[in-house]
C-alpha cells in the first residue's frame, strides 16, 4: 500500500525568501506526481505534473523533481510572495487510470 | 484540461437531512471521482462514478449513506445521506486525463 508523507506539516517563511517542500513515497512503482495547491476551504488546483519516465518539470517560478529510486518529489518555490500562502499537496498516481494517494500537506505563510 | 463545475460551494445542514453535491464536466469523462477532506486532513476517496453502471465505493463508505449518480458523462451527483456532524467535510469531485487530476472547487459542508 502506497504511502505519502510531507514534511514539515507547516512552514512560515519571509516574502522573497526561496523553499523546497518535500513529498516521500513508500513504493517506487509510481505512474506519476502532482503537486497541488489549495487555498482555506476550496477546492485544489494543480500546480505541475510529472510522469514517471520525467525527472522534473517548471512553471514559472515553481520548479518540481521526482527521483523515483529514493521515493521522493520536492516543490521549490522561487521568491516566495504572499499570495503562495496556502497548503500544498503532492498526489502519487498507482497506474492511468486514477486513485492517486495524497499526502497530508505542507501549509505554508509567506509573510510579508 | 477539463474544467469542473460543482456546486454548491458551501451549505449548512441541519442533523438527519441529505444534501446532494452535483458536478458538471465540459468535457466526456469515463470516471470521475468523488472525494471527501475533512477538517485538517488529506483527502479520501469515496467512490469512482462510471456512466453506465453502478459506482465503486472504497472501504467504509457504502451507497446507502452516499448515493452516486452518473446519468452521462459529463455529470455527476454525490448525495450525504442522513447527515451528522461527523459528515461536516469539504467535498470534491474530479477527473482525470492527460494532464492529471482536474479538481471541482469544492463543498464546503456543515452540519448543525
Known amino acids: 500500500k502506497q504511502e505519502v508523507t510531507q514534511i514539515p506539516a507547516a512552514l512560515s517563511v519571509p516574502e522573497g525568501e526561496n523553499l523546497v517542500l518535500n513529498c516521500s513515497f513508500t513504493?517506487?512503482?509510481?505512474?506519476?506526481l502532482q503537486w497541488f495547491r489549495q487555498d482555506p476551504g476550496k477546492g485544489l488546483t494543480s500546480l505541475l505534473l510529472i510522469q514517471s519516465s520525467q525527472r522534473e518539470q517548471t512553471s514559472g517560478r515553481l520548479n518540481a523533481s521526482l527521483d523515483k529510486s529514493s521515493g521522493r518529489s520536492t516543490l521549490y518555490i522561487a521568491a516566495s510572495q504572499p499570495g503562495d500562502s496556502a497548503t500544498y499537496l503532492c498526489?502519487?498516481?498507482?497506474?492511468?487510470?486514477?486513485?492517486?494517494?495524497f499526502g497530508d500537506g505542507t501549509t505554508l505563510t509567506v509573510k510579508p | 484540461s477539463a474544467v469542473i463545475s460543482q456546486k454548491p460551494s458551501r451549505d449548512i445542514c441541519q442533523r438527519g437531512t441529505s444534501l446532494t453535491i452535483q458536478c458538471q464536466v465540459d468535457?466526456?469523462?469515463?470516471?470521475m471521482f468523488w472525494y471527501r477532506q475533512q477538517p485538517g486532513q488529506s483527502l479520501t476517496l469515496i467512490a469512482t462514478a462510471n456512466q453506465g453502471s453502478e459506482a465503486t465505493y472504497e472501504s467504509g463508505f457504502v451507497i446507502d449513506k452516499f448515493p452516486i449518480s452518473r446519468p452521462n458523462l459529463t455529470f455527476s451527483t454525490l448525495t450525504v445521506s442522513n447527515m451528522s456532524p461527523e459528515d461536516s467535510s469539504i467535498y470534491l469531485c474530479?477527473?482525470?486525463?492527460?494532464?492529471?487530476?482536474?479538481f471541482g472547487s469544492g463543498t464546503r459542508l456543515t452540519v448543525v
Open positions: 468535457s466526456q469523462v469515463t470516471m
Open positions: 474530479s477527473v482525470v486525463g492527460e494532464s492529471g487530476y482536474t
Open positions: 513504493d517506487s512503482a509510481i505512474y506519476n
Open positions: 498526489a502519487v498516481g498507482r497506474h492511468n487510470a486514477g486513485k492517486s494517494t
